[in-house]
């Protein structure tokens, strides 16, 4: 960690923490969350029918480290891939 510290300002310093925290994030899904098999009558099938994986944690997790807990970047990435997709002005 002095290594980034002695390189790096502030700014450059906290990016390339928010990359190693994302980094770790995405191994941990990998891990934890990995899609096993499917059993008929065996395997677990979650009511909510919900599927993520590294990209959606990242995600997550990036938008807290960012503080965004409503509505920023990540909210207006969205509703322009969903204009897109609709072929709408306004979603």
Known sequence: MADIEDKLGPAEEARALKDQI???V???AELAHKTRDFAPGTSFIPVS???FGAP??????ESSL???LT???FN???EG???TFLGRKYV
């Open 71 to 73: 509505t920023g970047r």
């Open 56 to 61: 959606e944690l990242q995600s997550l997790v």
């Open 66 to 68: 960012d503080f965004w």
């Open 26 to 28: 995405g191994r941990y």
């Open 49 to 51: 029918g919900k599927v």
């Open 22 to 24: 994302l980094a770790m």
């Open 81 to 83: 891939r969903m204009r």
């Open 76 to 78: 207006e990435a969205f």
